[in-house]
């Protein structure tokens, strides 16, 4: 048995050692250069490490979002068009959801919504699309008042404006 346990400990490491030489060799041919072997093994730890980091299981393992609804639809929506600079902001486009427990007194929110670019003019004919041009991503902090959620209008930042095609 014991003999078995042997044998499995001197493949592994013989496999790391053929490893790291065939690392060092085809940095060698690649760079030129002779390899930084304390640097290659530190990169190699740290990549090792961070793939069982605490921070990338969370990420791994979080639950999807959680959809919630805002009274102050419209105060956002037009908050969203002002620091998106697009001309308009498809207001039943708006959806909120967190990752936040809810029954917190504030919690983050991202609000996603489609945007309107303004209308085309060719050859003095005004064409109002109803096509939305833009994806717009932002982010709010959400809390509890007197008539529901509301998203705190100044706490609004803009993500992302996407360009759709």
């Given amino acids: 048995?014991?003999?078995?346990?042997?044998?499995i400990v001197l493949i592994i490491v013989l496999f790391v050692v053929f490893f790291e030489l065939g690392l060092f060799g085809s940095y060698t041919i690649v760079t030129s250069e002779t390899p930084n072997i304390q640097g290659l093994i530190d990169m190699q730890v740290s990549?090792?490490?961070g793939i069982f980091s605490p921070e990338n299981v969370n990420e791994v393992?979080?639950?999807d979002p959680t959809p919630?609804?805002?009274?102050?639809?419209?105060?956002?929506a037009l908050r969203m068009e002002e620091l998106s600079k697009v001309d308009g902001v498809d207001y039943d486009s708006i959806n909120v959801s967190t990752y936040e427990d809810t029954d917190n007194e504030k919690f983050n929110v991202t609000i996603e919504s489609l945007g309107y670019e303004s209308p085309n003019s060719t050859s003095g004919q005004i064409v109002?699309?109803?096509?939305?041009?833009?994806?717009?991503?932002?982010?709010g902090v959400a809390s509890y008042k007197g008539t529901g959620l509301n998203v705190d209008r100044n706490s609004v930042t803009i993500n992302s404006v996407l360009k759709l095609y």
Wanted: no cysteine; glycine share 0%; charged share 25%.
């Fill in 61 to 63: 393992l979080v639950k």
């Fill in 68 to 76: 919630v609804s805002i009274s102050n639809k419209k105060d956002i």
């Fill in 47 to 49: 990549k090792i490490s």
């Fill in 128 to 139: 109002i699309s109803q096509v939305p041009s833009y994806k717009i991503i932002a982010n």
């Fill in 1 to 7: 048995m014991a003999n078995k346990v042997v044998r």
